[in-house]
């Protein structure tokens, strides 16, 4: 069975080598870069078995991308502080979305009275309008990608037509399909990126509710979660032109 793996960084300026990768179920790490061929080098290596490789990698690789732990211990916070981060963030907030439906959503009111009518409400006096609103009227920006299904889910529609009203306080919402986010190697996570030093990885159950928030500040997870982020900026499309492609939502 082919191993999962995930990159986890690369100090390359050209060529894409060297690497790393995670293997997702393991852990285990595997390093990418030019391999040793030469006989006396080889000769000089010790404990090296017949069936072994080895190769050639740059310290900083090591240094900026190899593990600082040898087991993540999460570090959890609370809806409360969590929500506080969107007050005190100074430049960016940013979200990739990649579900096919939250929980949250389909409790709420709106999400009702679209199944209702076809279109959303919402109550721009809610606090995360008004927050959102300070925040962009005062020069931050805030954003998000959405991950859309051919076809979108009922929560996906409701989300695209909800678009508008995240719109109408300053937030830049902008979709791409699943097929061109696997295309572009977008990780399968929900998460906020803070100030692009700070990510709020989001755990959700198979019930799609959120199960709990982990912030992380390790400088190789912000970075690769940096990657996505540009990486689906650069693919993506604003939610209108994106809601033209979408029959179902009209």
């Avoid at 393991?26 to 990418?32: D, H, R």
């Avoid at 959503?105 to 209702?116: C, G, H, N």
């Avoid at 998460?191 to 990885?201: C, E, N, Y």
Wanted: charged share 30%.
């Amino acid at each position: 069975m082919a191993r999962q793996l995930r990159c986890t960084g690369t100090d390359s300026k050209v060529d894409g080598c060297p690497a790393l990768h995670t293997d997702v179920q393991s852990g285990e790490i595997v390093v990418q870069g030019t391999p040793v061929t030469d006989p006396a080098d080889l000769a000089q290596l010790q404990h090296f078995g017949p069936d072994e490789a080895a190769v050639v990698v740059p310290r900083e690789l090591l240094v900026n991308w190899g593990p600082k732990e040898m087991e993540r211990v999460p570090e959890l916070v609370d809806r409360d502080t969590f929500r506080r981060l969107f007050e005190t963030f100074e430049h960016t907030a940013w979200r990739l979305e990649t579900r096919r439906g939250y929980a949250s959503d389909r409790q709420d009111p709106d999400y009702q009275a679209f199944l209702d009518t076809g279109t959303s409400t919402c109550d721009p006096d809610e606090p995360w309008f008004i927050n959102i609103r300070r925040q962009t009227e005062a020069g931050k920006r805030v954003g998000r990608v959405r991950i859309a299904d051919k076809a979108p889910t009922t929560e996906q529609l409701f989300l695209l037509d909800y678009a508008r009203h995240n719109a109408a306080v300053g937030e830049d919402i902008r979709y791409l399909w699943r097929e061109d986010a696997d295309r572009a190697g977008l990780p399968a996570e929900d998460f906020w990126i803070f100030d692009s030093r700070l990510v709020a990885l989001l755990h959700f159950d198979n019930d799609d509710n959120l199960l709990n928030i982990e912030l992380i500040t390790e400088p190789a997870e912000v970075v690769r979660c940096c990657i996505a982020r540009d990486a689906a900026m650069h693919n993506a499309v604003p939610y209108e032109q994106f809601a033209a492609q979408v029959p179902q939502a009209d």
